[in-house]
């Protein structure tokens, strides 16, 4: 069973991969960021339009550098345009921390042996976050007293729509080899998914 799951799903792909495809912007707001909340597994953000939730299930190294050291010389916070697909509850965006001058030996090492991929030359750590949720915080009032910045953050909210709009060529044309590739293998594979079912 699980064999013909594969198939459909890689039959489905193939499709996919010869399609291409227009992003919209429908209209942006303006959103400001006025509080931070961490927990072990999740960082709450207070918001002027949306509040949001990052979790560690999907951002484990963004909430581990939160949790590091290192978050002690973060001297300035940028995020880039929020971004929202219509008729989701997820957004992304990118979000840097500027990093103070004066890093300690072990705040370097630090940097260059857990988040190297993330800093640009020790001045700056960047996150791509494509897995934040859009919720309604209960204690929001709490939240904005206890963890509110220093300076909020400003930042484009952008509800946007993504659609296909035509057939890459030649993308299309490696699909179809793909997928004739495995019609000729049929019959390997389609005996071995029969058993899968039988016994599965």
Same mark, same amino acid.
């Given at each position: 069973m699980k064999f013909i799951k594969f198939a459909f799903i890689y039959f489905l792909s193939l499709i996919l991969v010869g399609c291409t495809y227009s992003d919209k912007t429908l209209n942006t707001q303006k959103e400001t960021l006025y509080a931070f909340a961490l927990d072990k597994d999740n960082l709450y953000i207070a918001g002027q339009l949306y509040d949001y939730q990052v979790s560690a299930k999907n951002e484990q190294e963004f909430?581990?550098?939160? *949790?590091?050291?290192?978050?002690?010389?973060?001297?300035?916070? +940028?995020?880039?345009?929020?971004?929202? /697909?219509? !008729?989701?509850? @997820?957004?992304?965006? *990118?979000?840097?921390?500027?990093?103070?001058?004066?890093?300690? +030996?072990?705040?370097?090492?630090?940097? /260059?042996? !857990?988040?190297? @991929?993330?800093?640009?030359?020790?001045?700056?750590?960047d996150f791509y976050l494509d897995n934040i949720n859009l919720i309604k915080l209960e204690n929001k009032a709490q939240i904005l007293e206890k963890g509110k910045l220093s300076k909020p953050i400003m930042a484009d909210f952008v509800n946007h729509s993504e659609k296909i709009t035509g057939v890459d060529e030649e993308a299309l044309v490696m699909s179809v080899g793909l997928g004739s590739l495995l019609i000729v293998t049929a019959p390997v594979w389609v005996p071995i998914a029969f058993v899968d079912f039988l016994f599965n």
């Open positions: 909430l581990d550098f939160l *949790h590091s050291d290192l978050i002690k010389k973060v001297a300035n916070i +940028k995020v880039d345009d929020i971004r929202h /697909k219509v !008729k989701s509850r @997820e957004v992304s965006t *990118h979000i840097t921390f500027d990093l103070d001058k004066n890093l300690t +030996k072990e705040q370097k090492e630090l940097l /260059k042996n !857990k988040f190297s @991929e993330h800093s640009n030359e020790l001045k700056s750590v």
